[in-house]
Structures are given as C-alpha cells and as structure tokens.
C-alpha cells in the first residue's frame, strides 16, 4: 500500500454494492470480486495477435533504449546520460521495434491470467455520487454505497496478508512484467475513456479469503448512502443496523437523489430515527 493515500482532499473511499451488501454487513464483512469481465478484451489482447504481429510493449521498448546506451563508447556516455538519450527515443523509435520484433523467437504473450486470477479485488471511488457506480456496480439504484474510512485496516497489509492499494491508470500502455508498482500487472488498468472516475483499487490474495469477503473493524466503515427511490423495506433496515448495532452507532446516514436543477447526483445527511 503507498505510504500516503491522496483523494482530493477526501478521507473515504466509496464502496459500492448490490443490496445483498447490507446482510454481508451484518456479518462484519465487506466483499471482495473475483470477476474479471471487466477486463477484457484487454485481459486477452494477445489472442488478437494470433498469425500477426504482436505489439511492442513499452517495458520491451525500455529494455531496448538501455541496450542501445549500453553500446555507445565510453566517451560519449561520459557527456550523454540516459535520461538525455530518452529524450531521443522517437528517432530510435523504428529502429528499436525493428530489431525486437526480429529478435523473437515466440509470439508475445499477454497478462498472466493465473496471477490476475489468483487476486481478488474491490473497487473503490472517490465519490458517493457517481452515476455509473450506482447504476453499473449498486444494482441501477437499488443498492447502497458505503464511505469507508482511508485509514481502515482492511486497506493495510498485515503479517501474511499483503494488500496493494493504488490508483487506476487510464489510457497507459501496457505493462506486462511484475514490479513494485505493477504487482498484478492489468489490475490497475482501464481504458482512457473512464478517466473521469478516478478510480482506485484495492487487491488481495483471494486464497487467503474463501468467501471472497474480508473483515472490518470498528470505525472503518463512516457512513451509508441510499437512494431516494430505495424501497422502505431497505431503508429501514439500514435504519435498524445503525440504531442496534454497536459496531455501527457512529455511522452517518445519507439520501441520494437526482439534483433539479442538473444531470448530477446529490446526497443529504439523512435522520436515524426519522
């Protein structure tokens, strides 16, 4: 997990869920997706390649700049450094795809499906008003969203239970190769056109949680949001959770709705005993 998380200036993340999430929460437990549709095509981009040429990657162009620097004379290197001949990187562009593509000996591969799928996942926003997650991921308003503190330790690591917690990139070329910045290589990752939801994602060993769920702790979660148009039965039991569950008196409740005036969602605190 980075040691610092930014949210614009926010200190919760919003989780958002199907009605069933109320009776995981019963259960002091959150869920964790193992669902990787939302991945592809791009999850399988290789099998696009089949008989073709397959793409250079950028961490394979990377490679092939440094071997290009490797071979200049010690003299030049000596008043070239390489972040200077980076910068040269588009006129060594062709040259350099050129040879990697000659070099290979198998078609290139693309993400490791067995690790992506070994990780379960959960997927985070920085908003409780957005309109694609309440239709998409809260059952087309019928569910809830859920603010969960940033500090919460279901986004800590612990002895044996290691949590990554960063940012989508959106739009980046693909990194296929694992490092500490890319722990599961397409995790990570979205296309350019979603950018606007500033997603973040939080990923876990999904052998360690059989149930694909995750405990929480006291404090972790703040606050609950349902929609104007959820039936009573679900607002009253969230009313109830609240009022009779210790784990959850200090939890705020709040009332999404449409805004009047705009295509925009808006959210007021809403009364416990009202």
Known sequence: MPSKVVLDNSTHFYLYGNPSILSQLKKGVLPLSTDFSMFEPYLS???WYQGKT????????????EQEYKKLPENVKMFLSFVDFSKQSDKLAESIKGKILRTRTTNLKGFD????????YMRLFPVATSDFAWRRLAGNYSGL?????????L????TGKPVSLQAVKYGQKHALAVDKNTPVPGLFD?????????????AYVASLYPNSEIKITKNDLRGIYVPSTAPASLLNQVKNLVKQDLRYRHVDLFEVFPDASQWRLSARKMSVTG
């Open 54 to 65: 397959s793409p250079v990657t950028e961490q394979e162009f990377q490679r092939g700049l």
């Open 145 to 153: 969203c859920l603010a969960i503190s940033s500090k919460a330790q």
């Open 113 to 120: 499906r067995s690790r992506i799928e070994k990780s379960a």
């Open 190 to 202: 979205h296309s350019a056109e979603y950018a606007l939801q500033k997603e973040w994602r939080a």
């Open 155 to 158: 986004f800590t690591s612990g």
């Open 45 to 47: 981009y290789d099998n």
